[in-house]
Protein backbone atom coordinates (compact mmCIF):
# COMPACT_ATOMS: atom_id res chain seq x y z
CA UNK A 1 0.00 0.00 0.00
CA UNK A 2 1.68 3.31 -0.82
CA UNK A 3 1.86 6.38 1.99
CA UNK A 4 0.07 9.80 0.59
CA UNK A 5 0.34 12.82 2.46
CA UNK A 6 -2.28 15.40 2.46
CA UNK A 7 -1.57 19.02 0.74
CA UNK A 8 -0.99 20.72 4.32
CA UNK A 9 2.44 18.47 4.74
CA UNK A 10 3.57 19.04 1.19
CA UNK A 11 2.91 22.63 1.17
CA UNK A 12 4.93 23.43 4.79
CA UNK A 13 3.79 23.57 7.43
CA UNK A 14 0.05 22.15 8.29
CA UNK A 15 -0.49 25.89 9.30
CA UNK A 16 0.09 27.89 5.72
CA UNK A 17 -3.54 29.82 4.70
CA UNK A 18 -2.30 29.78 1.50
CA UNK A 19 -5.66 29.43 -1.09
CA UNK A 20 -4.45 30.38 -4.29
CA UNK A 21 -6.46 33.45 -4.99
CA UNK A 22 -5.41 37.23 -3.67
CA UNK A 23 -8.14 39.11 -1.71
CA UNK A 24 -8.59 41.07 -5.26
CA UNK A 25 -9.97 37.91 -7.02
CA UNK A 26 -11.75 36.49 -4.39
CA UNK A 27 -13.95 39.56 -4.72
CA UNK A 28 -14.08 39.22 -7.76
CA UNK A 29 -15.39 35.82 -7.47
CA UNK A 30 -18.00 36.98 -4.78
CA UNK A 31 -18.98 39.71 -6.76
CA UNK A 32 -19.76 37.18 -10.08
CA UNK A 33 -21.65 34.72 -7.26
CA UNK A 34 -23.61 38.08 -6.70
CA UNK A 35 -24.43 38.62 -10.83
CA UNK A 36 -25.47 34.93 -10.75
CA UNK A 37 -27.75 35.40 -8.17
CA UNK A 38 -29.24 38.66 -9.20
CA UNK A 39 -29.66 37.94 -13.49
CA UNK A 40 -31.42 34.31 -12.51
CA UNK A 41 -33.61 36.55 -9.79
CA UNK A 42 -34.77 39.05 -13.18
CA UNK A 43 -38.37 39.10 -14.23
CA UNK A 44 -39.70 40.64 -17.21
CA UNK A 45 -38.96 40.11 -21.35
CA UNK A 46 -35.37 39.76 -22.76
CA UNK A 47 -35.58 42.86 -23.62
CA UNK A 48 -36.11 44.55 -19.82
CA UNK A 49 -33.34 42.12 -18.40
CA UNK A 50 -30.87 42.96 -20.88
CA UNK A 51 -31.77 46.60 -19.97
CA UNK A 52 -31.41 45.96 -16.23
CA UNK A 53 -28.05 44.41 -17.43
CA UNK A 54 -26.91 47.49 -19.31
CA UNK A 55 -27.54 49.55 -16.12
CA UNK A 56 -25.72 47.38 -13.86
CA UNK A 57 -22.63 47.99 -16.16
CA UNK A 58 -23.26 52.12 -16.80
CA UNK A 59 -23.69 51.84 -13.29
CA UNK A 60 -20.17 49.82 -12.17
CA UNK A 61 -18.03 52.47 -14.59
CA UNK A 62 -19.10 55.33 -12.95
CA UNK A 63 -18.22 54.04 -9.79
CA UNK A 64 -14.80 53.91 -11.69
CA UNK A 65 -11.70 55.74 -10.59
CA UNK A 66 -11.45 58.32 -13.43
CA UNK A 67 -9.02 57.17 -15.92
CA UNK A 68 -10.73 53.33 -15.83
CA UNK A 69 -13.66 55.01 -15.77
CA UNK A 70 -12.55 57.25 -19.35
CA UNK A 71 -11.27 54.04 -20.54
CA UNK A 72 -14.64 51.57 -19.72
CA UNK A 73 -17.04 54.46 -20.87
CA UNK A 74 -15.16 54.85 -24.35
CA UNK A 75 -14.48 50.55 -24.65
CA UNK A 76 -18.59 50.46 -23.97
CA UNK A 77 -19.46 52.71 -26.88
CA UNK A 78 -17.31 51.23 -29.27
CA UNK A 79 -18.01 47.71 -28.47
CA UNK A 80 -21.76 48.90 -28.45
CA UNK A 81 -21.40 50.45 -31.70
CA UNK A 82 -19.25 47.49 -33.28
CA UNK A 83 -21.07 44.76 -32.46
CA UNK A 84 -24.65 45.53 -31.37
CA UNK A 85 -26.02 42.09 -30.98
CA UNK A 86 -23.77 42.16 -28.12
CA UNK A 87 -25.34 42.06 -24.49
CA UNK A 88 -23.27 44.02 -22.26
CA UNK A 89 -23.13 42.51 -18.66
CA UNK A 90 -21.35 42.26 -15.36
CA UNK A 91 -18.34 39.24 -15.55
CA UNK A 92 -16.73 39.74 -11.87
CA UNK A 93 -17.90 42.42 -11.31
CA UNK A 94 -16.50 44.18 -14.21
CA UNK A 95 -18.15 44.77 -18.28
CA UNK A 96 -18.68 42.91 -20.66
CA UNK A 97 -20.23 42.03 -23.38
CA UNK A 98 -21.74 38.58 -24.24
CA UNK A 99 -23.65 36.62 -27.24
CA UNK A 100 -26.62 34.45 -25.88
CA UNK A 101 -25.16 34.57 -22.63
CA UNK A 102 -21.34 33.85 -23.46
CA UNK A 103 -18.85 36.39 -22.84
CA UNK A 104 -17.08 37.92 -25.89
CA UNK A 105 -15.12 40.66 -24.74
CA UNK A 106 -14.46 41.91 -21.14
CA UNK A 107 -12.49 45.21 -19.21
CA UNK A 108 -10.93 44.80 -16.43
CA UNK A 109 -9.75 47.90 -14.84
CA UNK A 110 -6.01 48.70 -13.28
CA UNK A 111 -7.40 49.83 -10.02
CA UNK A 112 -9.48 46.47 -9.19
CA UNK A 113 -6.21 44.27 -9.46
CA UNK A 114 -3.96 46.89 -8.56
CA UNK A 115 -2.54 46.32 -12.03
CA UNK A 116 -0.53 49.58 -14.22
CA UNK A 117 -3.14 49.60 -16.65
CA UNK A 118 -6.74 47.97 -17.67
CA UNK A 119 -6.94 45.60 -19.95
CA UNK A 120 -9.54 44.63 -22.96
CA UNK A 121 -9.31 40.93 -22.99
CA UNK A 122 -11.23 37.97 -25.40
CA UNK A 123 -13.18 35.10 -24.40
CA UNK A 124 -12.16 31.63 -26.47
CA UNK A 125 -16.29 32.43 -27.42
CA UNK A 126 -14.39 35.38 -30.02
CA UNK A 127 -13.15 34.18 -33.60
CA UNK A 128 -10.14 36.07 -33.16
CA UNK A 129 -7.85 32.66 -34.05
CA UNK A 130 -4.92 33.81 -36.74
CA UNK A 131 -2.61 30.71 -37.16
CA UNK A 132 -1.38 28.89 -34.41
CA UNK A 133 -1.29 32.15 -32.09
CA UNK A 134 -2.89 34.94 -31.68
CA UNK A 135 -3.30 37.84 -28.57
CA UNK A 136 -6.53 37.41 -26.31
CA UNK A 137 -5.94 40.10 -24.21
CA UNK A 138 -4.58 44.23 -24.48
CA UNK A 139 -3.04 46.36 -22.07
CA UNK A 140 -4.90 50.13 -22.18
CA UNK A 141 -3.62 52.93 -20.66
CA UNK A 142 -5.40 55.84 -23.06
CA UNK A 143 -7.08 55.31 -26.20
CA UNK A 144 -6.24 57.29 -29.50
CA UNK A 145 -8.55 57.74 -32.31
CA UNK A 146 -6.23 54.80 -34.18
CA UNK A 147 -6.85 52.51 -30.78
CA UNK A 148 -10.48 52.99 -30.95
CA UNK A 149 -10.20 52.07 -34.48
CA UNK A 150 -8.60 49.04 -33.71
CA UNK A 151 -10.42 48.00 -30.97
CA UNK A 152 -13.47 48.92 -33.21
CA UNK A 153 -12.16 45.77 -35.95
CA UNK A 154 -10.94 43.58 -33.18
CA UNK A 155 -14.74 43.62 -31.66
CA UNK A 156 -16.48 43.28 -35.79
CA UNK A 157 -13.66 40.27 -36.25
CA UNK A 158 -14.50 38.58 -32.49
CA UNK A 159 -18.01 38.63 -33.16
CA UNK A 160 -17.61 37.22 -36.73
Not at 150 to 155: E, K, P
Request: charged fraction near 30%.
Amino acid sequence: MQHTTSSAENSGTATDTYNGFTAEERAALKEHAQEQKKAAARRGSRAEKEAAAERDVLAKIAEMPEADRLLAERIHAIVKAAARDLTPKLWYGMPAYARDGKVICHFQSAQKFKSRYATLGFSDQAALDDGAMWPTAYALKELTAADEQRISALVKKAVG
